[in-house]
């Protein structure tokens, strides 16, 4: 029989979400270096764990959602939930599935984006 102690499986645990910030770090400057290079690497790493802990309120456990969340951040801005007032309308639509928050947030802001691509803006 195999026993697994607590401390052995916060080991891994800690291995799991550091593996997924690394990962998340690359993405991130892969995708918006510009951004990236303002903040630093602590500001980035930072932002992850702010995105991680706004999912994880909103519901959201998988890493997609947390890297789609974060393609918002840094695509709208760190403040887009305040700044864009269809981004809550969504959030705290209580008909709307979990598993559907970022699949329909993801929709409705290229919806907006193509409304307003002259102004290169999303509207409040």
């Given at each position: 029989m195999l026993i697994i102690k607590k401390e052995q499986v916060k080991m891994f645990e800690d291995a799991a979400k550091q593996a997924f910030e690394d990962r998340m770090v690359m993405?991130?400057?892969?995708?918006?270096?510009?951004?990236?290079?303002?903040?630093?690497?602590?500001?980035?790493?930072?932002?992850?764990?702010?995105?991680?802990?706004?999912?994880?309120?909103?519901?959201?456990?998988?890493?997609?959602?947390?890297e789609r969340y974060l393609n918002h951040m840094y695509a709208l801005?760190?403040?887009?939930?305040?700044?864009?007032?269809?981004?809550?309308?969504?959030?705290?639509?209580?008909?709307?599935?979990?598993e559907e928050l970022m699949d329909i947030l993801g929709k409705r802001t290229e919806i907006e984006l193509a409304a307003h691509s002259d102004t290169r803006e999303v509207p409040k």
């Open positions: 993405h991130l400057n892969r995708c918006f270096p510009e951004q990236c290079a303002k903040i630093g690497e602590k500001g980035v790493r930072d932002s992850i764990s702010e995105a991680v802990k706004r999912t994880q309120e909103l519901g959201l456990y998988m890493e997609y959602d947390i801005g760190f403040d887009f939930e305040k700044r864009y007032s269809y981004v809550q309308e969504i959030f705290s639509d209580p008909d709307i599935e979990k």
